[in-house]
């Protein structure tokens, strides 16, 4: 299978590291958002399959060049911020104090972002353009009820500090797989586990 990966928010493509080598018998590909260095966001071609960690998924849902391709969201979502019938989406005063913050300290906004989840941040400098303008469209961006756009699948953790399992629920309502526990970096502390579910068999 020819699988294209996209990685969340504040993190590069060496996120899919462990499962690209966990199952060696398949065609994984990556894209680069940019947010460490130079973007590298051209769709290949003849794909089976696209996987997106977090806002990835978000990525990917919008990406016309990406609506006949099956979707998988792992820790994703179809909007991130909170709304009167979101309730379980990250508050926009949250979003709004970050977006204030990435002008003044984008390596202190990462490092709070980063501890919260157990991770660390990528090497390299942040490329703050990138990052606010991501970070943008997670205050945005609502891809829920959008025609022939929604993941055909989903995994998450029940232990997601970002994304909590309420959210997952009711974004993916009888396609979501929840995993015990892993956080929010699936891809690193639940390889084996992710790529069973991913590509099974």
Do not use: K, N
Not at 58 to 80: D, T
Not at 98 to 123: I, K, N, S
Request: with cysteine.
């Amino acid at each position: 299978m020819r699988i294209l990966l996209i990685h969340g928010w504040g993190f590069d493509p060496a996120l899919w590291a462990p499962l690209c080598a966990a199952r060696p018998g398949h065609q994984w590909l990556t894209l680069d958002l940019g947010y460490f260095g130079p973007a590298r966001t051209e769709l290949p071609p003849d794909l089976d399959l696209v996987a997106g960690h977090s806002f990835g998924c978000l990525w990917a849902m919008a990406h016309p060049g990406l609506a006949r391709v099956p979707l998988a969201a792992v820790g994703g979502f179809p909007r991130f911020s909170a709304a009167p019938d979101f309730p379980h989406g990250t508050p926009a005063r949250v979003l709004e104090r970050m977006l204030t913050r990435l002008d003044e300290a984008p390596g202190a906004v990462l490092r709070d972002f980063h501890a919260r989840l157990g991770t660390a941040a990528p090497p390299g400098e942040p490329v703050r353009e990138r990052l606010r303008a991501d970070l943008q469209l997670m205050l945005e961006l609502d891809l829920r009820g959008a025609p022939g756009r929604a993941p055909a699948r989903a995994c998450a953790a029940a232990d997601d500090p970002l994304v909590p399992a309420a959210l997952s629920r009711q974004a993916y309502p009888g396609r979501l797989t929840l995993l015990p526990d892993g956080g929010h970096a699936l891809p690193l502390t639940r390889t084996e586990a992710l790529a069973d579910w991913l590509v099974p068999g």
